[in-house]
């Protein structure tokens, strides 16, 4: 039994259409990124270019990519058994791979883990699911209060109705926006943002 304020809430969640997200964001490509069997997704970033990368771990090997422009820049179909998914390391970390190689990224996913749900300027990531099984990624600029209509505070930027929700977050920057499922990764990214001193 739910109480009628939970009610209320469920049902501003179920009436929210999915929509873009706000200004500063950006969808990177403007599809989803197929990836057959994903396990789980984490970051690093490129030594030269200083880009955000997102590594992918799936049934299929690793991949990565430059979470600016969605380009696959490495893959390996093959990796080492002892190391394929992050649950044989402590840290649930998957070596790196291309110009990451040699440095361990750790990986959320189905095998646990999490990535950043706010941003260090207030950006918060919430993943609500109004009707279970199928969850919905909520991002917002005031704290995750989700407060007024949606495309006020609060934006319903993802619906996973028809692949299981891997996870969803931030890059450690707070750039880069991620939702991984099992079928799929769909990315935004966003300037630097200015900080005062």
Same mark, same amino acid.
């Given at each position: 039994?739910?109480?009628?304020?939970?009610?209320?809430?469920?049902?501003?969640?179920?009436?929210?259409?999915?929509?873009?997200?706000?200004?500063?964001?950006?969808?990177?490509? /403007?599809?989803?990124?197929?990836?057959?069997?994903?396990?789980?997704?984490? *970051?690093?970033?490129?030594?030269?270019?200083?880009?955000?990368?997102?590594?992918?771990?799936?049934?299929?090997?690793?991949?990565? *990519? /430059?979470?600016?422009?969605?380009?696959?820049?490495?893959? +390996?179909?093959?990796?080492?058994?002892?190391?394929?998914?992050?649950?044989?390391?402590? +840290?649930?970390?998957?070596?790196?791979?291309?110009?990451?190689?040699?440095?361990?990224?750790?990986?959320?996913?189905? *095998?646990?883990?999490?990535?950043?749900?706010?941003?260090?300027?207030?950006?918060?990531? /919430?993943?609500?699911?109004?009707?279970?099984?199928?969850?919905?990624?909520?991002?917002?600029? +005031?704290?995750?209060?989700?407060?007024?209509?949606?495309?006020?505070?609060?934006?319903?930027?993802?619906?996973?109705?028809?692949?299981?929700?891997?996870?969803?977050? *931030?890059?450690?920057?707070?750039?880069?926006?991620?939702?991984?499922?099992?079928? +799929?990764?769909?990315?935004?990214?966003?300037?630097?943002?200015?900080?005062?001193?």
């Amino acid at each position: 039994m739910i109480t009628e304020y939970q009610q209320r809430i469920r049902e501003r969640y179920l009436a929210a259409p999915v929509m873009a997200a706000p200004t500063p964001w950006r969808s990177v490509q /403007d599809r989803r990124i197929p990836i057959g069997g994903l396990l789980g997704i984490g *970051f690093a970033v490129h030594p030269v270019t200083g880009h955000e990368l997102v590594m992918v771990v799936s049934h299929n090997g690793h991949g990565l *990519f /430059d979470a600016v422009t969605g380009e696959k820049i490495a893959r +390996d179909h093959d990796p080492d058994t002892a190391t394929s998914t992050p649950d044989a390391h402590p +840290d649930l970390a998957c070596p790196g791979l291309g110009p990451v190689a040699g440095t361990p990224v750790r990986i959320s996913g189905l *095998f646990g883990g999490g990535l950043h749900r706010t941003t260090p300027d207030g950006w918060t990531l /919430d993943v609500v699911s109004p009707d279970w099984p199928h969850d919905r990624v909520i991002l917002s600029a +005031d704290g995750g209060a989700h407060q007024g209509p949606p495309g006020g505070t609060w934006w319903h930027v993802f619906h996973s109705n028809y692949s299981e929700l891997r996870t969803a977050g *931030f890059s450690p920057s707070g750039c880069t926006m991620a939702v991984a499922t099992s079928s +799929d990764l769909t990315l935004w990214t966003r300037p630097t943002p200015h900080t005062e001193d």
